[in-house]
């Protein structure tokens, strides 16, 4: 079975941290991973794609890497703001399909 | 480009009963994407379309629901008797090109509530 998960499953840091969102999977077929974020009652919102030919993308104060060998990416989220609240999820997607293969993400709060 | 929609936002119905929901994908793509998010978890794929041709099915989509993309614009996705497991955030994505290394696009979710 394809599994994506996510660690920690919720995070509560105070305004200004520096932090890292983790997400590993089994599939060795997965060849990118797409970051998004996901508001309370909300659709997602995409944040960023690592091709299958990249190792990482940035996108103002977010950092994503993929390491395929090992089969973990990161978000690294510089400075982080109370905006920055809401749940994170990382999916996969795979040579053998083209779903996208979904973490069960991060609950990130950012408090003043 | 006016992104993905979706209507109904919310739809509450009682059990036994059939709904439909739409997607509006962007203007141009070619693929569209279901999925269901159950609270506290992970969206899960259902199936998608390239064009009019449904292309995938996830063994999550049982004989009670069905998918159509008619002329590989807008798409519908019904539920038939639908049952209280059915309660779900129901989202819709969309993606430009036939290649690999597609970035999804999702719309803002019909969630479904059933009594």
């Known amino acids: 079975k394809q599994e994506v998960t996510q660690i920690p499953a919720a995070l509560s840091v105070p305004e200004g941290e520096n932090l890292v969102l983790n997400c590993s999977f089994t599939?060795?077929?997965?060849?990118?991973l797409q970051w998004f974020r996901q508001d309370p009652g909300k659709g997602l919102t995409s944040l960023l794609l690592?091709?299958?030919?990249?190792r990482e993308q940035t996108s103002g104060r977010l950092n994503a890497s993929l390491d395929k060998s090992s089969g973990r990416s990161t978000l690294y989220i510089a400075a982080s703001q109370p905006g920055d609240s809401a749940t994170y999820l990382c999916?996969?997607?795979?040579?053998?399909?083209?779903?996208?293969?979904f973490g069960t993400g991060t609950r990130l709060q950012v408090f003043p | 480009d006016t992104g993905v929609s979706q209507d109904p936002r919310h739809k509450i119905t009682k059990r036994g009963q059939n709904v439909t929901f739409r997607c509006d994908p962007i203007?141009?793509?070619?693929?569209l994407y279901w999925y269901r998010q159950t609270l506290g978890q992970g969206p899960e794929f259902l199936t998608y379309?390239?064009?009019?041709?449904?292309?995938?099915k996830s063994r999550l989509l049982s004989d009670r629901f069905s998918a159509e993309r008619p002329k590989g614009s807008f798409s519908t996705l019904e539920i038939q008797r639908t049952e209280q497991g059915d309660s779900a955030m129901y989202l819709c994505?969309?993606?430009?090109?036939?290649?690999?290394?597609?970035?999804?696009?999702f719309g803002p979710g019909t969630r479904l509530t059933v009594t």
């Open positions: 690592i091709q299958s030919s990249q």
């Open positions: 379309f390239q064009n009019e041709a449904q292309l995938e």
């Open positions: 599939d060795s077929a997965i060849y990118n």
């Open positions: 203007s141009e793509h070619n693929r």
């Open positions: 994505a969309s993606s430009p090109r036939v290649a690999k290394d597609n970035e999804q696009y």
């Open positions: 999916a996969g997607g795979s040579y053998n399909t083209d779903k996208l293969i």
